[in-house]
């Protein structure tokens, strides 16, 4: 036996002793999502077989099973909202993406340095200040009597507060950044040489967008539609801060059963019914995009694109027309970061409001800033959320990336199991898990009860799945056989993972942990159920002063945490440049 | 796998329920609390957010050498929830709970009984605050607060001043109000409005009576309405909305905020009155310091500094001359002031609140339309 074929048959004999594609990244997601997701929400999703107790220490009764309360949840009420709630959901997801991609190919391919980085800054830094704030500030801005209205001298105001509309506003601003940062870091895989390439055969820089940036973009804007599409899905907050009567959705549907009506049993059977439905409008979308897939392969020989314009000779200024695309670009760009900010800088000026609360404007006054320290909630509340994002952020990117790994490399019964659970994480009513949780919680006794610990495992079960989908939206169209030459090269999986899938995953592990910290940032339901002595965060303590007539001083302190968050973050990525760690922490979010 | 999740489901809870009675077969008799307040102990309140007076927390702490920790919740319900499931282990020793849901928690035996020996401040509270049908003895829940329900309109659009629940209603139907209006985001206080303006039992659980709330709110009130709003405090103070169901705290906020031609006026024939209560939940571990805290509170002058700080009544009647003379709107601040005591209905959790909400969530259905 010649020594090439010993070694071959001993590379055969391992191969087919090692465990199958993807199980090993894969694990860690698994085991994580099924003790703190699948045993408590499947407890909650029980419930629904059971009839709700007002009285007594149980709060449903589960002695006589039946499917009664399915039949109660899916009334006339829950189709007119379930629609109502897929319009928005839908008119949400096509308008971010859409007005996502530009931003994300500006980003990625024309701008470059300094204005890189500003233009990333731009559209994260908004999200670290508060939802419900950042939310209620267009209500602040765009209402009928105010500060545009009146500066801008329309009567009547825009009409825009409390439609649909106003709800419409609220959803796309509030995901902008869910689809502008998978799109750009799955852009931003992309050579630049190729779309040099593209444009020196000729082709014009919208056939070069349309034929090599855009499918090179389409995980990216799959991964964006998912992550924009599923908490739309289940967002209650903003269609009821800006949408008024018109946006009634199947979100608060859900959680007023479980909370207002205090029928778990109803609520479990309504959420249920949810879960199965946006999968099965999941299933449809993703049928429908492959049937796409197809029938644009079929007609590709015939080369729309190219036919949309008349040829023109090679002679035809290309560069010229480039730059003008490039100026427009750069327009845009200025525009959406206008948008973004609008509503911080609303906040930012009525935080110095002297009045009595934060919308009701009565002269300028850095009061509130003053009556911070004195606020010993609010103090603390900052410090809890700010500790409860960063250990909530690196848990999720540590499952959330080996998740990302698998669902991008793993075989297919893997891959699809674990895509499957995920997406039931992301689409399963936060009521839920909470509930679920506590439930746990309580029965585990004082192995979970730390406060914080209780936030951390919370936010970070939500916060896998969106690491793993982002992660995932910038590997799956990597050349596959990269880890296999790796392993030919004689590296061990883990290896192949450290040196080669680590690095080419980098800047989608920093978007992703990014998007990670705001969603800890913005959570209220989960911490408002779950936390306990101590962890009041600060959102749960915004959500409560709106009772009271939401006062400045929370504004004031947001717009403090929010710069420091900036603020901390630059010099963590100036640290990290001086200290010669590879790339620089921001050219890691970006790839270059 | 359903039989299995069940079986999961049943022990947790079975877990749970044991650790309830194993609590309740020895609920302990108040005279055996320790009466001792622990300098350097912490007292961990839940609560709203910004509903004690700060300089209140910092006095009592001054006074007494404990420390207050003040946590808040989103939401009454959910902190109803939290109590209702952790059964003695939520951590707190004193929590601010909504009157409606008192009972639920004594029932479920989440609560332990006050100590009135030490309570002497109890006797000053008003009749209006005291006594109340979610525990009718106190044992359990000693008044903190509390308000009620009516609606604030513009006089500068709306002549005729609304005098019951239905004129109220009958205003939307004003060309000059169409779309500047909101009610209360809440099943207990809407669909009941109707109940109180038409001398229906706001605990009926005729379903007929549910599917008149549906047609009166459908004909007369959503294709006039703007937003289902809790607080709309502020859109009455800019004048985006002229004619609003609201609680008399939120009424308050807005006529002092806003153009000085908005009124207020308590919800007629009947309305709610909500009253928020200290509750000791099982498990507390500092009951001393509750107690001390509580009676502090209860005491005329500080009471005052707390109507003074978040704007409501305490029920304690003394503070009334604590308070300062020139008050704004304190006519709204002691809602009951002159106002016959039956008109007063108090909001309850029974099985009709399932009708009810069921009733509100069809309403906001068909409002998107």
Known sequence: MSAVSAV???RSVRARLRAPRGLVPSLPAFAWLCAFFLVPAGMVAVFSLGESAYFGTSPVDLSAPSLDRYGEAASETFRIVFVNTLQIAVVGTVLCVLLAVPMAY???TRLTGFWKYAAIAAVVIPYWMPFLLRTYSWRILLGDHGPLAEGLGVTGGFGIVDTLSGAQLGVVYNYLPLAVLPIAVALDRLDPALRQ???????SSWRVFWQVTLPA???????AALLVFIPLMGDYVTPAVLGGVQASVVGSLVSSSFLESQDWALGAAAAVLLILLVLAVLAAAALALALGRLV?????????????????????PARVSGDAWGLLLRGYGVLMVLFLWAPILTILVYSFNDGRTLPVWGGASTRWYAAIPDNAVLMQSIGVSLRVAALSTLVAIVVGTLAGTALARAGRPIRWSLLGLLLVVFVTPEIVTSIGLLLMYVAAGPALSDGTLRLVIAHAVISTAIVAFVVQARLSSLDPRLSDAAADLGATPAGAFRRVILPLAAPAVLAAAVLASTASLDDVV?????????TTTLPVYIYSTLRNGMRGDAAAASVLMMLGTALAVVVLAWVMQRRGQGKSFAAGLVGR | MIRHLIATASLLLGTAGLAACGGSEAAPDPSTYPTKIEKGSTLKIYSWADYISTDNIAAFEKETGVKVQVDTYASAEEALAKLRLTQGTSGYDLVVMDGSYIQQLVKGGSLLAWDKERLPGFAGLSDTFVGRSWDPENTHAIPKSGGSTGYVWDSAVISTPPETWNDFYDAFDDPGVDGRTSVVDGAPSLI?????????????TNPDDYQAAEKYFDDKV?????AFNSYPRADLASGDLVLAQTFTGDARGALMDGPKTLRFALGAPKTDIYVDHWVLPKGSANIAAAHAFVEFVLDPVNAARETEFHGYYTGVEASRDELPADMPFEEIVFFDEGVPADRFIEQEVTEARKQSVATFQRLKALASR
Do not use: E
Request: hydrophobic residues 40%; without cysteine; aromatic residues 4%.
């Open chain 1, 217 to 223: 973009a389409r995980p990216g804007i799959v991964g």
């Open chain 2, 222 to 226: 959503l294709s006039h309405l703007k």
């Open chain 1, 296 to 316: 644009l392969r079929a007609v590709r020989p015939l080369d729309l694109a190219a036919r949309l314009r008349p040829r023109t000779g090679t002679a035809r």
């Open chain 1, 106 to 108: 500006l980003i990625t």
């Open chain 1, 8 to 10: 071959s048959a001993a």
């Open chain 2, 192 to 204: 009941s409005s109707y109940f109180w303006g038409n001398d229906i039992s706001d605990q009926t």
């Open chain 1, 526 to 534: 989960a911490s408002s159920m779950l936390g306990n002595v101590g």
């Open chain 1, 197 to 203: 390439a593209g444009r020196d055969l000729g082709a």
